[in-house]
């Protein structure tokens, strides 16, 4: 089945520096990558996601990257603000089912 | 904007004893999904129900567990007796469709197994 790596675990940044997380997937007929933010105690909350037939995506102020031969997607969070302390989720999965398999997360700490 | 909602939001209980939670998926989704998180952990799939059956379940949904859609709004998830180690935050997900491939996550029911 499919493996999701995911690093940092932790990751603390100041007030307007970029965050970058990165994951890497085993599976390579997983072609849906979705990103959640979880707030404490909170729901996941799909921030940004990218289909495989596409390499980078930008939402504002986050943005993902892909790259299928090396089976790893990336997602950028720039200009980051307190408000974007939470942890964040990288998932992957595949066509029919589209069930996500979750890397262990990473817990983004911004200072204000 | 609809969202899943999910009862109780807290829930304790005896080892041994099952448990039962509901969810109400949002309205003409097709999809539903139960999730499992442990304190510090990830987020791991049980279940998806599509078509009032199963569609798919992973090795931690075991005959301690069943799902059901008693009526056209909920969609229940039934530990039968629980172990220590049930304890979690369970979420219920909802997806609209085929095409349709974000799911929408409930706020979550914490689980305490005593």
């Known amino acids: 089945g499919e493996n999701v790596e995911q690093h940092p675990s932790t990751l603390s940044v100041q007030e307007g520096d970029s965050a970058v997380i990165k994951c890497t997937y085993s599976d390579s007929a997983s072609n849906y990558f979705p990103w959640y933010k979880q707030e404490l105690g909170k729901r996941p909350q799909l921030i940004i996601d990218?289909?495989?037939?596409?390499g980078e995506k930008k939402d504002q102020r986050i943005a993902v990257t892909l790259n299928k031969t090396a089976k790893h997607f990336s997602l950028h969070i720039t200009e980051t603000q307190p408000e974007d302390s939470a942890v964040y989720f990288c998932a992957a999965s595949r066509g029919g089912s589209y069930i996500p398999t979750f890397g262990r997360g990473t817990s983004l700490i911004v200072h204000p | 904007e609809p969202e899943v909602t999910q009862t109780p939001s807290h829930q304790v209980t005896q080892m041994g004893q099952e448990v039962i939670l509901r969810c109400v998926p949002i309205?003409?989704?097709?999809?539903f999904y139960w999730y499992r998180q442990i304190l510090g952990q990830k987020v791991e799939f049980l279940v998806s129900?599509?078509?009032?059956?199963?569609?798919?379940k992973s090795e931690i949904f075991d005959d301690q567990f069943s799902v059901e859609r008693p009526d056209g709004s909920n969609f229940t998830l039934k530990i039968r007796s629980t172990k220590l180690e049930d304890s979690a935050m369970y979420f219920c997900a909802s997806r609209p469709g085929t095409s349709d491939i974000e799911q929408f996550f409930g706020p979550g029911t914490r689980l305490t197994v005593l």
């Open positions: 309205s003409n989704h097709l999809y």
């Open positions: 990218i289909r495989s037939n596409v």
């Open positions: 129900f599509y078509n009032n059956e199963i569609s798919e």
